[in-house]
């Protein structure tokens, strides 16, 4: 029997723990690009300027790259800790990416970041400059393999079930890679990541530039991260546009819950709804604002089709329930007496387990063979109305997340446009805009990441593993232990982060933050070995 | 199903060298974390010892997280029954592995006493404990876990988690794995510490390795009582991957030197693991931390490598299902999937061992307390 609580508790751990991680995601993405960029000005043209800009958002960098990485580590180990059916069922298809990045990707940046940030006395220019631009693409490329295994969350390319392991088996690597989901949301998320590192910079050359310190310095990191925001912003956004038409073929439950479609929305009127207070429990809205002529041509890019609606969809999934109990049933028969009959009734059936693996929790005692007639409608309504997602959660988190990049658009373009007229001093309102919105990027990939991971629900692996079915199988004393030491854990290091990032930003480029004080005289001379004198760095 | 065998025993391999690597390289982090209490009695000898593997903890920290992907890869099963089993010491590993990298880029950029020393027993907490429940995890999986499986898949644990965190020969194995650490960061601070430093990171690194090697002998000794695992019938190393209907598997205390009587050769890696202990600590008696340090990771490949030479093929054996124990041939991935990851391997580690190697190169060096200390940017 699978402990709802345990369920609950261990989809509370991931997504607080997978939440806080990326707090520090994007900004590493987006800064480690732009400081490549300015170290790439100050070894062409020399200017002492450019490498104080790199060294001091250098050290902003390396504040958020320490608890980025920190916290990533336990992404990695959740799966196993907390996850173990999932783990079991995807392993040999999932696990694969995510060994690749640290092959690839992440032994290669967190080498590399070592001698980017004490490299600068050891390396030449060029050196050095080529060890920052590997930082940065290999941030990227650990991004895009992360996003791979993400990718096939979404839409479970490259696998198929294989009944006698009783797991997905990795069939075309091909697919799994060039996943179209997985290829989209890498470029989506990392170009996301360049937006908050942008604003970061922004926002904070917009502090100084406000209060006249450090004007020469911060005007050039103002300008810089104004066009590569604006750019990115762009970018962003017709990537998460395709990323919709993405979810319309392969996750309709998904693009239906972020529209908030109960109907579905025939030919081209069909309105998109601008506002609206969708209610799960009534699965109607209490309240909505629509414009008509929209929904269609933005979602699926044509004015004639259907997009399915809430109610649709769950009358599919009713059918397909009805299939997928009979595949659960033989499967667990074959598992038992390898009989070749069993296999032939699930195949039959195959497409169609993770909606039986679905049924379960609503069998009695989570039994699909104690099933009887009289209870399969009920069985079957409930299990229908599991497979949407909270469909208040998805419209307001995809609405927030829209709404913000709509908004960085307008910040950065003005941002962009005083700063190349030399006027942004007269201009302070959107020095203050741009101060105030540091944060915003991030909260909008948060909200990105409920879009998509809620989005999911209540599926794993879309359409074969449920959430509920994926779980380790703890006791509750196991997940208290573990929430509340990640709870203390984490509040210690944002508190410090936060301490620290404040502390830095306030104090400027070029101004030490612990003064260096002379060294007590040491008991036996520190110079004493031949040939220090002369190469004190050494 | 020739292929089929030979990349699960590749894979098998390859898991070693990963927890060798593994070991030598966040083990040497982890002992200078563990000695920065005691090594450094000043505040700028304190930044010095960091500042020795600053630059390095990082990549050397890929290790783990490797280590972690490939498992959970090559070894689907075996990842999600080991890491919920050991749940409760997995999330204290976790703790002390999040919390180091934190205080590393942290500890220096606040000039106040308490401030630093919070961070500098943060230090020993999470260079200490991790190194102790990687040993005890191998002491665990020697003695057999308990565990069964559902027809589905899903694991079930059979045995409470503080029998895993307080067990004698678990303890040992614990011990040990921390000995061997701080030898190999007492080694690098010699490498690259200076004066008083590194006369004191001498001392407790001689001492790490000559314990290390007396605990190495106990426990050799000590595995001659205790229950190994052994299959009663015939195996086909080419099985589907599934720990379901396998063949029967008995306990009998002696059994995981078998393979030593079998193939005496064998008997060579534990001589070797014994060689670098002792060998490593007359080195750095004789003020040789480069040879020592070499020897040290000789020391960590030998244990290891003795660990899997008595375990082949059990990875983690179930003490109260023991047909259903995790094996080579039936807890890895797909004959596809392992082939992908070791062409990605092949590729891989040796362009990571080169520019490992060339970023240690472009550090080396002895690191002057001075600079540390004017420098803003440092540790």
Same mark, same amino acid.
């Given at each position: 029997?699978?402990?709802?609580?345990?369920?609950?508790?261990?989809?509370?751990?991931?997504?607080?723990?997978?939440?806080?991680?990326?707090?520090?995601?994007?900004?590493?993405?987006?800064?480690?690009?732009?400081?490549?960029?300015?170290?790439?000005?100050?070894?062409?043209?020399?200017?002492?300027?450019?490498?104080?800009?790199?060294?001091?958002?250098?050290?902003?960098?390396?504040?958020?790259?320490?608890?980025?990485?920190?916290?990533?580590?336990?992404?990695?180990?959740?799966?196993?800790?907390?996850?173990?059916?999932?783990?079991?069922?995807?392993?040999?298809?999932?696990?694969?990416?995510?060994?690749?990045?640290?092959?690839?990707?992440?032994?290669?940046?967190?080498?590399?970041?070592?001698?980017?940030?004490?490299?600068?006395?050891?390396?030449?220019?060029?050196?050095?400059?080529?060890?920052?631009?590997?930082?940065?693409?290999?941030?990227?490329?650990?991004?895009?393999?992360?996003?791979?295994?993400?990718?096939?969350?979404?839409?479970?390319?490259?696998?198929?079930?294989?009944?006698?392991?009783?797991?997905?088996?990795?069939?075309?690597?091909?697919?799994?890679?060039?996943?179209?989901?997985?290829?989209?949301?890498?470029?989506?998320?990392?170009?996301?990541?360049?937006?908050?590192?942008?604003?970061?910079?922004?926002?904070?050359?917009?502090?100084?530039?406000?209060?006249?310190?450090?004007?020469?310095?911060?005007?050039?990191?103002?300008?810089?991260?104004?066009?590569?925001?604006?750019?990115?912003?762009?970018?962003?956004?017709?990537?998460?546009?395709?990323?919709?038409?993405?979810?319309?073929?392969?996750?309709?439950?998904?693009?239906?819950?972020?529209?908030?479609?109960?109907?579905?929305?025939?030919?081209?009127?069909?309105?998109?709804?601008?506002?609206?207070?969708?209610?799960?429990?009534?699965?109607?809205?209490?309240?909505?604002?629509?414009?008509?002529?929209?929904?269609?041509?933005?979602?699926?890019?044509?004015?004639?089709?259907?997009?399915?609606?809430?109610?649709?969809?769950?009358?599919?999934?009713?059918?397909?329930?009805?299939?997928?109990?009979?595949?659960?049933?033989?499967?667990?028969?074959?598992?038992?007496?390898?009989?070749?009959?069993?296999?032939?009734?699930?195949?039959?059936?195959?497409?169609?387990?993770?909606?039986?693996?679905?049924?379960?929790?609503?069998?009695?005692?989570?039994?699909?063979?104690?099933?009887?007639?009289?209870?399969?409608?009920?069985?079957?309504?409930?299990?229908?109305?599991?497979?949407?997602?909270?469909?208040?959660?998805?419209?307001?988190?995809?609405?927030?997340?829209?709404?913000?990049?709509?908004?960085?658009?307008?910040?950065?373009?003005?941002?962009?446009?005083?700063?190349?007229?030399?006027?942004?001093?007269?201009?302070?309102?959107?020095?203050?805009?741009?101060?105030?919105?540091?944060?915003?990027?991030?909260?909008?990939?948060?909200?990105?990441?409920?879009?998509?991971?809620?989005?999911?629900?209540?599926?794993?692996?879309?359409?074969?593993?449920?959430?509920?079915?994926?779980?380790?199988?703890?006791?509750?004393?196991?997940?208290?232990?573990?929430?509340?030491?990640?709870?203390?854990?984490?509040?210690?290091?944002?508190?410090?982060?936060?301490?620290?990032?404040?502390?830095?930003?306030?104090?400027?480029?070029?101004?030490?933050?612990?003064?260096?004080?002379?060294?007590?005289?040491?008991?036996?001379?520190?110079?004493?070995?031949?040939?220090?004198?002369?190469?004190?760095?050494? | 199903?020739?292929?089929?065998?030979?990349?699960?025993?590749?894979?098998?391999?390859?898991?070693?060298?990963?927890?060798?690597?593994?070991?030598?390289?966040?083990?040497?982090?982890?002992?200078?974390?563990?000695?920065?209490?005691?090594?450094?009695?000043?505040?700028?000898?304190?930044?010095?010892?960091?500042?020795?593997?600053?630059?390095?903890?990082?990549?050397?920290?890929?290790?783990?997280?490797?280590?972690?992907?490939?498992?959970?890869?090559?070894?689907?099963?075996?990842?999600?029954?080991?890491?919920?089993?050991?749940?409760?010491?997995?999330?204290?590993?976790?703790?002390?592995?999040?919390?180091?990298?934190?205080?590393?880029?942290?500890?220096?950029?606040?000039?106040?006493?308490?401030?630093?020393?919070?961070?500098?027993?943060?230090?020993?907490?999470?260079?200490?404990?991790?190194?102790?429940?990687?040993?005890?995890?191998?002491?665990?999986?020697?003695?057999?876990?308990?565990?069964?499986?559902?027809?589905?898949?899903?694991?079930?644990?059979?045995?409470?988690?503080?029998?895993?965190?307080?067990?004698?020969?678990?303890?040992?194995?614990?011990?040990?794995? $921390?000995?061997?650490?701080?030898?190999?960061? &007492? #080694?690098?601070? !010699?490498?690259? =510490?200076?004066?008083? @430093?590194? %006369? /004191?990171?001498?001392?407790?690194?001689?001492?790490?390795?000559?314990?290390?090697?007396?605990?190495?002998?106990?426990?050799?000794?000590?595995?001659?009582?205790?229950?190994?695992?052994?299959?009663?019938?015939?195996?086909?190393?080419?099985?589907?991957?599934?720990?379901?209907?396998?063949?029967?598997?008995?306990?009998?205390?002696?059994?995981?030197?078998?393979?030593?009587?079998?193939?005496? $050769?064998?008997?060579?890696?534990?001589?070797? &693991? #014994?060689?670098? !202990?002792?060998? =490593?600590?007359?080195? @750095?008696? %004789? /003020?040789?931390?480069?040879?020592?340090?070499?020897?040290?990771?000789?020391?960590?490949?030998?244990?290891?490598?003795?660990?899997?030479?008595?375990?082949?093929?059990?990875?983690?054996?179930?003490?109260?299902?023991?047909?259903?124990?995790?094996?080579?041939?039936?807890?890895?991935?797909?004959?596809?999937?392992?082939?992908?990851?070791?062409?990605?391997?092949?590729?891989?580690?040796?362009?990571?061992?080169?520019?490992?190697?060339?970023?240690?190169?472009?550090?080396?060096?002895?690191?002057?307390?001075?600079?540390?200390?004017?420098?803003?940017?440092?540790?």
């Amino acid at each position: 029997m699978i402990d709802p609580t345990v369920v609950n508790l261990s989809r509370l751990q991931f997504a607080l723990t997978a939440l806080y991680h990326f707090q520090f995601v994007p900004l590493t993405l987006g800064l480690s690009f732009i400081l490549a960029a300015m170290e790439t000005v100050y070894v062409i043209t020399g200017k002492q300027i450019y490498k104080d800009m790199t060294l001091f958002w250098g050290k902003l960098f390396g504040i958020n790259f320490a608890i980025g990485v920190a916290t990533g580590l336990t992404m990695e180990f959740e799966f196993g800790t907390n996850w173990s059916m999932y783990s079991h069922f995807v392993g040999d298809v999932f696990g694969t990416p995510l060994a690749i990045e640290g092959l690839m990707a992440f032994f290669m940046e967190s080498t590399f970041v070592g001698l980017m940030f004490f490299g600068w006395d050891r390396l030449s220019k060029p050196a050095h400059l080529a060890v920052t631009y590997i930082v940065a693409l290999a941030s990227n490329l650990s991004a895009l393999w992360i996003l791979i295994a993400n990718g096939f969350m979404q839409d479970p390319a490259g696998a198929r079930f294989d009944p006698t392991t009783m797991r997905m088996q990795f069939k075309s690597f091909s697919a799994l890679v060039f996943s179209p989901d997985a290829q989209a949301k890498f470029v989506h998320t990392s170009i996301a990541g360049y937006v908050s590192g942008a604003m970061f910079v922004m926002g904070i050359s917009a502090y100084y530039l406000l209060r006249k310190q450090h004007r020469e310095f911060a005007a050039r990191s103002f300008r810089i991260a104004a066009l590569f925001g604006l750019i990115s912003t762009l970018a962003v956004v017709t990537l998460g546009d395709a990323l919709g038409r993405m979810d319309d073929l392969l996750q309709p439950t998904k693009l239906a819950a972020m529209e908030g479609l109960w109907h579905s929305a025939k030919g081209p009127a069909a309105p998109w709804k601008l506002f609206a207070l969708p209610d799960d429990a009534k699965q109607r809205d209490a309240f909505s604002i629509g414009i008509p002529y929209v929904l269609t041509p933005l979602v699926a890019h044509e004015w004639n089709t259907t997009i399915p609606g809430i109610y649709a969809l769950e009358r599919a999934a009713k059918a397909k329930t009805v299939s997928g109990i009979k595949a659960i049933i033989a499967l667990k028969s074959f598992g038992a007496s390898h009989d070749p009959a069993a296999l032939a009734a699930f195949r039959k059936h195959e497409n169609d387990m993770g909606y039986g693996f679905l049924a379960q929790r609503y069998a009695p005692d989570q039994n699909l063979s104690a099933i009887t007639p009289a209870l399969l409608p009920a069985v079957l309504a409930k299990t229908a109305r599991a497979s949407i997602p909270n469909v208040f959660v998805e419209f307001w988190s995809f609405r927030i997340m829209v709404g913000l990049g709509v908004a960085f658009i307008v910040v950065f373009a003005f941002g962009a446009y005083y700063s190349l007229k030399n006027e942004l001093e007269k201009h302070p309102l959107v020095m203050k805009a741009a101060m105030l919105a540091i944060p915003l990027p991030i909260l909008a990939c948060e909200f990105g990441w409920v879009t998509a991971e809620n989005g999911r629900q209540p599926w794993t692996v879309y359409g074969w593993l449920p959430t509920f079915q994926s779980a380790s199988s703890h006791g509750i004393g196991y997940m208290i232990f573990s929430l509340v030491g990640f709870v203390l854990l984490y509040s210690l290091f944002i508190a410090a982060e936060l301490y620290l990032m404040f502390k830095y930003a306030r104090l400027g480029p070029g101004e030490h933050a612990v003064q260096p004080k002379p060294l007590p005289v040491p008991a036996r001379p520190v110079f004493g070995q031949p040939g220090y004198a002369n190469k004190p760095w050494q | 199903m020739e292929l089929y065998i030979a990349l699960k025993i590749i894979w098998a391999l390859l898991l070693g060298v990963l927890l060798s690597g593994l070991a030598i390289m966040v083990g040497m982090d982890m002992g200078v974390g563990t000695l920065l209490r005691f090594v450094g009695k000043t505040d700028a000898e304190r930044r010095t010892s960091l500042a020795i593997i600053g630059p390095h903890w990082d990549g050397n920290q890929v290790w783990f997280i490797l280590g972690g992907g490939a498992i959970f890869a090559a070894f689907p099963t075996l990842y999600a029954t080991s890491f919920s089993t050991f749940y409760v010491v997995m999330i204290l590993l976790l703790f002390a592995m999040i919390l180091r990298p934190v205080a590393f880029e942290y500890r220096s950029k606040v000039d106040a006493r308490h401030w630093r020393a919070s961070w500098d027993w943060a230090f020993l907490v999470s260079g200490a404990l991790p190194m102790i429940i990687f040993g005890a995890a191998f002491g665990n999986v020697l003695q057999g876990v308990g565990f069964h499986f559902s027809w589905d898949g899903q694991y079930y644990q059979d045995e409470s988690f503080i029998w895993y965190l307080l067990n004698p020969f678990a303890l040992l194995c614990g011990v040990m794995s $921390l000995a061997l650490a701080v030898y190999q960061g &007492g #080694a690098m601070l !010699m490498i690259r =510490g200076m004066g008083d @430093l590194a %006369a /004191r990171a001498r001392r407790f690194a001689v001492a790490g390795g000559l314990l290390a090697l007396v605990l190495f002998v106990i426990g050799g000794v000590w595995i001659e009582f205790i229950k190994g695992f052994v299959f009663t019938q015939s195996v086909d190393p080419g099985m589907p991957a599934t720990p379901l209907g396998g063949p029967a598997v008995a306990m009998r205390a002696g059994a995981w030197l078998d393979n030593f009587h079998a193939h005496p $050769l064998l008997w060579l890696l534990p001589a070797l &693991g #014994a060689c670098g !202990m002792l060998g =490593g600590s007359l080195a @750095l008696l %004789a /003020r040789k931390p480069v040879l020592g340090w070499w020897l040290g990771a000789l020391a960590w490949i030998g244990t290891i490598a003795t660990v899997g030479g008595a375990m082949f093929p059990f990875l983690m054996p179930s003490s109260t299902t023991p047909a259903q124990s995790l094996t080579v041939w039936n807890a890895s991935g797909s004959a596809y999937n392992l082939g992908w990851m070791l062409g990605f391997a092949v590729v891989f580690v040796p362009i990571i061992v080169s520019y490992t190697g060339w970023a240690f190169r472009v550090m080396k060096g002895k690191v002057n307390p001075a600079t540390v200390v004017a420098d803003d940017h440092s540790y």
